[in-house]
Each structure stands twice: as C-alpha cells, then as structure tokens.
T-cell receptor, first 115, second 113 residues
Framework: AQTVTQSQPEMSVQEAETVTLSCTYD???????LFWYKQPPSRQMILVIR??????QNATENRFSVNFQKAAKSFSLKISDSQLGDAAMYFC????????????FGKGTSLLVTP | SQTIHQWPATLVQPVGSPLSLECTVE??????LYWYRQAAGRGLQLLFY??????ISSEVPQNLSASRPQDRQFILSSKKLLLSDSGFYLC????????????FGDGTRLSIL
C-alpha cells in the first residue's frame, strides 16, 4: 500500500511571506496522481492543487505551486504571499487505480498565518 | 453543476445504538463514492468505496457497513456503535478517471457517549 508522509505537524508564516509544506510518498507505481487539500476550521475539504505523475512540469494555481520530484517521491506545496485565509490544515494525498481511485492521505500540516 | 449532500451535520449517540449516515450526489451519473473517517487531529482514513450500485468494498474491518441502494446514494451504517466510532465522517465522490479530484461533503461530526 502507498504511504504518504507529512513531516511537519505545524508550520507558521507571516502574512505576505512564502511558506513550503513538505510531503513524501512511497509507491512502486509509475502512474498516479497527487493532490493537496485544504481543511479550514469549518472542516470542509477543499482542493488546492493537483499533479499528474507523468507530467514533469510543476502545477501552479495562482499563489499555490508544487515542487514535484518524482525520483525523490517528493511533492511539496509552496504558498506565496500568504493570507490570513490560508490558515488551515493541509493534507497531501496520493491517488492510484487501487481501491477505486480512493485517496491515501498524510496526517496533515496545520498552517498558522500571523499578521 | 454537481453537488454532494451529507447529513446529519452533527450527531450524538449512546454506545450500542444504531447509526445511519446518508450521502447523495446530484448532477452526475455513476460516480465513485467513498466514506472516510477523520479522528481528532489526524488524517483521513478510507472506510468504504463503491464503483457501482450494490458494489461495496471495505478497507478497514470494523463494526461499520456501507450500502449503495441507488446510483447516487451512499449510506454508512452500524448496528451497535462503539466509543471508538467517534470522529468526523466525510463522504466523497469522483468520476472514474483517476486524474479527477474527489469532491467532499460537509461531513458529519459523530460523538459517542
């Protein structure tokens, strides 16, 4: 089974600064997909960004970008120009064709944004 | 557009009582459906998934069960709840293609007394 590791239980960033959340995963598959989800205090799960493993180009969505290193099995999330509304739990997730394309989640990183 | 509804939002149940959580999806056909559980301060754990009506796969042995009586309806049940069943339960759906993300309901906070 694939495992997803988020080694940073908590991170803090000042407003307008940049922060990087780390994620590593373990797999023997070559075809898979990676996601970052955000969970604010409301506990809704909100998709932030996704990356197809066959694409070398790193995905970008406005202030959010990833650094995907396939050989190292690393998938970090960079948040630029951090805003107070970015404060949330962030989950890295791996998706393969196993288990009906279900997601394997890391344990999450709690991001605090300070004024 | 597609929407997912999950209810109830909050539930407090005594140990040994039954459980029924319901999830419905609108605006799509033949979705993959999922039940996840999130324990306090932890990530999401897959409980069940379904790729079609009546097709249920269990990931974690436990006293919970799931059913899919209709294409866009997914139900999580238990005959007798345990204290360890407390948590936050999320239903999700996706299209079959693996590059498509999962979309989550608003969740049910279940407390067992």
């Amino acid at each position: 089974a694939q495992t997803v590791t988020q080694s940073q239980p908590e991170m803090s960033v000042q407003e307008a600064e940049t922060v990087t959340l780390s994620c590593t995963y373990d797999t023997s598959e070559s075809d898979y997909y990676l996601f970052w989800y955000k969970q604010p205090p409301s506990r809704q799960m909100i998709l932030v960004i996704r990356q197809e493993a066959y694409k070398q180009q790193n995905a970008t969505e406005n202030r959010f970008s990833v650094n995907f290193q396939k050989a190292a099995k690393s998938f970090s999330l960079k948040i630029s120009d951090s805003q107070l509304g970015d404060a949330a739990m962030y989950f890295c997730a791996y998706r393969s064709a196993n288990s009906g394309y279900a997601l394997n989640f890391g344990k999450g990183t709690s991001l605090l944004v300070t004024p | 557009s597609q929407t997912i509804h999950q209810w109830p939002a909050t539930l407090v149940q005594p140990v040994g009582s039954p459980l029924s959580l319901e999830c419905t999806v609108e605006g799509t056909s033949n979705p993959n459906l999922y039940w996840y559980r999130q324990a306090a301060g932890r990530g999401l754990q897959l409980l069940f998934y379904s790729v079609g009506i009546g097709q249920i796969s269990s990931e974690v042995p436990q006293n919970l069960s799931a059913s899919r009586p209709q294409d866009r309806q997914f139900i999580l049940s238990s005959k007798k709840l345990l204290l360890s069943d407390s948590g936050f339960y999320l239903c999700a759906w996706s299209v079959v293609s693996s590059n498509q993300p999962q979309h989550f309901g608003d969740g049910t906070r279940l407390s067992i007394l």
